[in-house]
């Protein structure tokens, strides 16, 4: 298993609640293929510029083990997904290789 990083902007319109369920929702797909290892719920920040007209997001870093195919299932779900604002997966494997 390669292990990676994602972080996301969930949209700043979305209530706790909404925003919980987006962020188990994401370690739901990521555990379905690997593990997650961490989460690290960073907050609210402002944009370094606007995104779909909006000027706030709510950042999330996940740490996760999975095979190969799980970012492109992830990156999939996630482009399709109207609370996800923006994000991006990296792999954290290539950085030892650099």
Request: hydrophobic residues 45%; proline residues 3%.
């Amino acid at each position: 298993m390669n292990r990676y990083e994602i972080m996301y902007i969930i949209a700043a319109a979305l209530d706790d609640e909404s925003r919980d369920a987006v962020v188990e929702t994401v370690e739901g797909i990521i555990a379905d293929g690997g593990e997650v290892v961490s989460t690290e719920r960073i907050g609210m920040k402002r944009l370094a510029y606007p995104i779909l007209k909006k000027n706030e997001g709510y950042y999330v870093l996940v740490t996760f083990k999975a095979p190969a195919d799980l970012p492109k299932e992830l990156d999939r779900r996630l482009k399709i997904s109207d609370d996800v604002i923006r994000h991006m997966i990296i792999s954290l494997d290539d950085e030892a290789v650099a």
